[in-house]
């Protein structure tokens, strides 16, 4: 199986307080595994660092952490 992960669960996945971190961690895991191929659009990889390099947070998270 291939799955298309988004900017969404990547997200998710990399912030332990989303309120959605725990079933995006799981997919993300799952998929570093090997249980499925995973595929991430070029587009999601820019939105995912553009959203982390904005987010109001203490302390920001910095362009080097998101890339």
Do not use: C, N
């Not at 993300?28 to 999601?44: I, R």
């Amino acid at each position: 199986m291939r799955a298309l992960l988004d900017s969404s669960t990547l997200i998710a996945a990399m912030l332990p307080d989303h309120v959605h971190h725990s079933p995006a961690h799981a997919w993300l895991s799952q998929a570093k595994l090997g249980t499925f191929e995973f595929v991430v659009s070029g587009h999601s990889l820019a939105e995912v660092y553009s959203v982390l390099t904005r987010l109001p947070r203490t302390p920001p998270i910095t362009a080097a952490e998101a890339w």
